[in-house]
């Protein structure tokens, strides 16, 4: 993880003090943002490989930068967030965040997120130029390379997240996958019993290329096993 560049869009600098603390110890080098414009800039300016953002900004709130930031990078995007169960961290992982982590925090625990985020983007980048570069099903084909899904030949947008599970679901057709199994594969880490993001990942990837997300076509869930994607109707 040497040379791993992690960008912190954070308005409180104790938090941004301890998270550069603890990723430059691991060899990261860490860039720190105040708010959106300083976000956007640092962004296209360091390139980095993932980013740290705050739910709650004082100019523009964490959701409308992640939206921003999905226009220049595909980059892990881990959310902050000093709430509970919220519809703020629903709403971040439907614009494009990757997962979350509550204030307050446990320094190792954000340290292990990052390094996981960061081995499984790793791990997603090998295999694409292994394996073959289109996956094509009925009224759909997934572009591993290019990262680009194409419903009834229309462009679907996906989050990076989003891809990822439905790369490891249609790479391997009709297998059955536990949900340990598929958060394993997509986040490169134990889910440590914890579902809720592969849930709500799920759910809006339905919404996304499913005809009707209640009676879903591709991603279709095995009562009390997991998910598998259909390859055939």
């Given at each position: 993880?040497?040379?791993?560049?992690v960008?912190?869009?954070?308005?409180?600098?104790?938090?941004?003090?301890?998270?550069?603390?603890?990723?430059?110890r691991?060899?990261?080098?860490?860039?720190?943002?105040?708010?959106?414009?300083?976000?956007?800039?640092?962004?296209?300016?360091?390139?980095?490989?993932?980013?740290?953002?705050?739910?709650?900004?004082?100019?523009?709130?964490?959701?409308?930068?992640?939206?921003?930031?999905?226009?220049?990078?595909?980059?892990?995007?881990?959310?902050?967030?000093?709430k509970?169960?919220?519809?703020?961290?629903?709403?971040?992982?439907?614009?494009?965040?990757?997962?979350?982590?509550?204030?307050?925090?446990?320094?190792?625990?954000?340290v292990?997120?990052?390094?996981?985020?960061?081995?499984?983007?790793?791990?997603?980048?090998?295999?694409?130029?292994?394996?073959?570069?289109?996956?094509?099903?009925?009224?759909?084909?997934?572009?591993?390379?290019?990262?680009?899904?194409?419903?009834?030949?229309?462009?679907?947008?996906l989050?990076?997240?989003?891809?990822?599970?439905?790369?490891?679901?249609?790479?391997?057709?009709?297998?059955?996958?536990?949900?340990?199994e598929?958060?394993?594969?997509?986040?490169?880490?134990?889910?440590?019993?914890?579902?809720?993001?592969?849930?709500?990942?799920?759910?809006?990837?339905?919404?996304?290329?499913e005809?009707?997300?209640?009676?879903?076509?591709?991603?279709?869930?095995?009562?009390?096993?997991?998910?598998?994607?259909?390859?055939?109707?």
């Amino acid at each position: 993880m040497t040379g791993k560049k992690v960008l912190v869009v954070d308005d409180e600098p104790e938090i941004c003090e301890l998270i550069n603390l603890y990723l430059s110890r691991e060899g990261f080098e860490v860039s720190t943002a105040k708010n959106s414009q300083e976000a956007l800039k640092l962004a296209r300016e360091k390139e980095p490989d993932l980013i740290i953002l705050d739910i709650l900004l004082p100019d523009i709130d964490g959701i409308e930068i992640c939206m921003e930031l999905r226009k220049i990078t595909e980059v892990p995007i881990i959310f902050l967030s000093c709430k509970g169960e919220s519809e703020d961290k629903i709403m971040g992982l439907t614009v494009g965040g990757d997962d979350y982590i509550t204030k307050p925090f446990s320094p190792g625990e954000m340290v292990a997120r990052v390094k996981a985020h960061l081995r499984r983007s790793r791990l997603m980048q090998e295999k694409d130029k292994e394996q073959t570069s289109r996956l094509v099903f009925p009224n759909l084909v997934i572009d591993l390379l290019s990262h680009e899904v194409l419903l009834g030949g229309k462009k679907i947008d996906l989050s990076s997240m989003e891809f990822k599970i439905l790369a490891v679901l249609a790479q391997n057709p009709n297998k059955v996958f536990s949900a340990e199994e598929l958060y394993e594969k997509a986040w490169g880490s134990n889910s440590m019993g914890d579902f809720r993001t592969l849930m709500v990942h799920i759910s809006n990837l339905r919404k996304k290329i499913e005809p009707d997300p209640s009676q879903p076509r591709y991603i279709t869930t095995i009562r009390g096993v997991g998910y598998k994607f259909m390859a055939e109707e």
